[in-house]
């Protein structure tokens, strides 16, 4: 597998404003000045013996990635990249005759960072992308989205790893970390969602949001749902599909019942109308999720 791998706030935790220097080539890279993430060795140094190849892909100057990916990671890198445009990407794997072979089969590629710029880069080259969140953002950064969960959380990543152990998970086991309804529909069973939104009220009840399959425009991994999003409303849908979706529900409604903190005496859904095309088309889907009886 080839793994694109953003450098800064995803091997070195330099996203902070005070790097900018030596991110835009003004002064000096002081190699022993860069602060490499706990893990961070160890997952290259992993990766490496499993027969992955490794490539930095970073917007900042060659004056300071160069010396980072060769004398810390001793790895390959694109540098100047201007993420989210895949241009300069693209040319790299297309000069190297391995890696343009192996981008035939765009699941051999994975595109691995912590804001929108590396999920969109990854989405526009339409491989499989991983969010990451190694550190807690100290100031909001507009154009990157550093500091705003829901940036590169709405341009829908295929996956999120909060660590090196989560994110090599990942990586070893692609399908079965998909998310709950994108994974069912690849016949196999995973309890993953993102959390897309969060609100306690003062007596401690709270309302959740989250997303079990991805429904993206514009380009995206093949493994986003977009291509199920109007069969709920297709008036021919199958029951094979009907009953594939309830099947993934079933698998994340699982793992919420495990928390022992949280007590559930309803579990139901948005309501519909038997004047609806079909009818009832909500209930239809919830009745075939396998939920416990009181």
């Known amino acids: 597998m080839i793994l694109l791998l953003d450098l800064d706030g995803t091997l070195t935790n330099t996203a902070h404003p005070k790097f900018k220097e ?51 990671f001793k790895i390959d890198f694109v540098c100047l990249t201007d993420k989210p445009n895949i241009e300069k990407t693209l040319k ?7 890696l343009k072979l192996s981008f035939q089969n765009k699941d051999n590629f994975v595109m691995i960072g912590d804001s929108w710029l590396d999920i969109e880069l990854g989405r526009r080259l339409k491989i499989r992308t991983v969010l990451t969140k190694f550190y807690k953002a100290t100031k909001i950064d507009e154009r990157d989205g550093i500091g705003q969960d829901w940036k590169p959380t709405k341009t829908g990543a295929t996956y999120y790893a909060n660590s090196y152990i989560e994110l ?24 993953k969602m993102v959390r897309f939104h969060f609100k306690k009220s003062q007596d401690g009840n709270f309302i959740a949001f989250r997303c079990l399959a991805r429904q993206e425009d514009g380009e995206c991994d093949r493994f986003s749902r977009a291509d199920k999003y109007f069969h709920i409303d297709n008036l021919a849908r199958s029951k094979d599909f009907i009953s ?32 609806t095309d079909p009818p009832n088309k909500m209930r239809e889907i919830f009745n075939l999720c396998k939920l416990p009886q009181k």
């Open 244 to 275: 594939t979706l309830a099947n993934g529900i079933t698998n994340y409604i699982k793992r919420v019942e495990k928390y022992p903190e949280y007590n559930w005496d309803y579990i139901s859904y948005v309501s519909d109308k038997k004047t």
């Open 92 to 98: 790299h794997i297309q000069e190297n005759e391995i």
């Open 168 to 191: 090599s998970e990942i990586i070893d086991n692609p399908i079965k970390n998909l998310l709950a309804i994108e994974a069912i529909f690849q016949k196999e069973q995973s309890d």
């Open 22 to 72: 030596m991110k835009d080539g003004k002064i000096s890279t002081e190699i022993d000045k860069i602060p490499v993430f706990n893990g961070a060795l160890d997952f290259i140094k992993e990766q490496k013996e499993k027969g992955n190849t490794l490539i930095i892909v970073s917007d900042s100057h060659p004056k300071y990635v160069k010396p980072i990916a060769e004398n810390i």
